[in-house]
């Protein structure tokens, strides 16, 4: 069954950093593009970055093109998003996902919140 779990959320002070992950199982991830979205209480899911399959270009959502930085390592199945000089507005839940066949699948989500 195909599956991902994140991990690496947190609580941490402004100006601080963690780095998410996102290990897949029941099928390989290399080939196929992931990405991350983000959902802060009482608004909707954004699109934060995604990494593509094929070549590995990268792309971010414009308030985090200077914090964040998407990777993958296809051997270990998973994939990472560093986030650093975190504000209190990249407070939310994360998620990663991928489109395999024609559908999404996403993990379950882990919670940042990012306060002092």
């Known amino acids: 069954q195909l599956q991902f779990v994140e991990s690496g959320g947190g609580l941490v002070q402004p100006g601080g950093s963690l780095r998410l992950s996102c290990a897949a199982s029941g099928f390989t991830l290399d080939g196929y593009s992931i990405g991350w979205f983000r959902q802060a209480p009482g608004k909707e899911r954004e699109g934060v970055s995604c990494i593509s399959g094929s070549d590995g270009s990268t792309n971010y959502e414009d308030s985090v093109k200077a914090q964040f930085t998407i990777s993958r390592d296809n051997a270990k199945n998973t994939a990472y998003l560093q986030m650093n000089s975190l504000k209190s507005e990249d407070t939310a839940v994360y998620y990663c996902?991928?489109?395999?066949?024609?559908?999404?699948?996403w993990g379950q989500g882990t919670q940042v919140t990012v306060s002092s």
């Open positions: 996902y991928a489109v395999v066949a024609g559908k999404t699948y």
